[in-house]
């Protein structure tokens, strides 16, 4: 898989991209992360992506000109483009798992007020990662990579995201505990220390459906 990220500001990256399961999925082979400025893609003279509102108003607006020359010169067949936004379909692990299918993925952040309205038309999907506005599509671009990566074959094993939370029957997870046995007087449940898979699959499934009920019973629906 390859995913071009389409950003202002690519040093917020570098971290993010350098450590632990992200950066053994690259290390693999398994993706290819570019980080692209879109401000090489401006025509103007003085290096300027954006521009005051028509019609007035505060902060200045992301133009057509440096954001469609930059998609429609790494875009192909293959190619899904999203835009980050607040304004977009709340992200879900769905849309993950969807996205994980794609070769390749350009994911474009904004910054600033917004977004030219003509942009939109460029782009297949518009995502926001919450009812929040962040400063850009930086970090909500994190997370989407970080969600995908760790769901593209070989890159963490299967099982442990087979049982994720909000994996494909929509439960929360149930509870995990390691060693030791007892700690400041909270034991680990005795089900879990039996032997008896049967028991404890059935311990887990019903631990996830009242974490769930209590939690997120809209997820029930
Ligand atoms: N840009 C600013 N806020 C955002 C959000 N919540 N999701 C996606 N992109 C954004």
């Known amino acids: 898989m390859k995913i071009d990220i389409l950003t202002l500001f690519p040093n917020m990256f570098k971290g993010v991209f350098e450590e632990s399961i992200i950066k053994r999925a690259i290390d693999l082979g398994k993706v290819e992360i570019n980080l692209i400025n879109f401000r090489d893609y401006t025509t ?5 992506v954006d521009d005051t509102p028509y019609g007035g108003g505060a902060g200045m607006v992301l133009m057509c000109q440096p954001i469609f020359d930059c998609i429609n010169s790494i875009k192909t067949s ?3 483009v999203v835009m980050l936004t607040p304004d977009g379909v709340t992200y879900k692990q769905k849309v993950a ?14 910054h600033y007020e917004g977004f030219d309205e003509r942009i939109r038309s460029i782009c297949d999907m518009e ?12 970090v909500p671009a994190m997370v ?3 969600s995908i990566i760790r769901l593209i074959p070989g890159v963490i094993n299967e099982e442990s995201h087979i049982k994720d939370s909000f994996n494909k029957d929509y439960l929360l ?3 995990t505990y390691t060693k030791p046995r007892i700690y400041n007087g909270m034991a ?5 220390l039996s032997g008896d898979h049967k028991k404890i699959d059935e311990y887990r499934y019903n631990e996830s459906l009242k974490r769930t009920t209590d939690r997120r019973p809209d997820l029930l629906d």
């Open 188 to 192: 680990v449940p005795d089900v879990l």
């Open 144 to 146: 989407l990579v970080d």
């Open 44 to 48: 103007d003279p003085h290096n300027k």
């Open 97 to 110: 798992y969807d996205l994980s299918k794609f070769k390749h993925i350009i994911l474009l952040c904004g």
């Open 127 to 138: 995502i926001s990662i919450g009812d929040y506005v962040l400063t850009g599509g930086e």
């Open 173 to 175: 997870d149930y509870p």
């Open 78 to 80: 293959d190619s899904v």
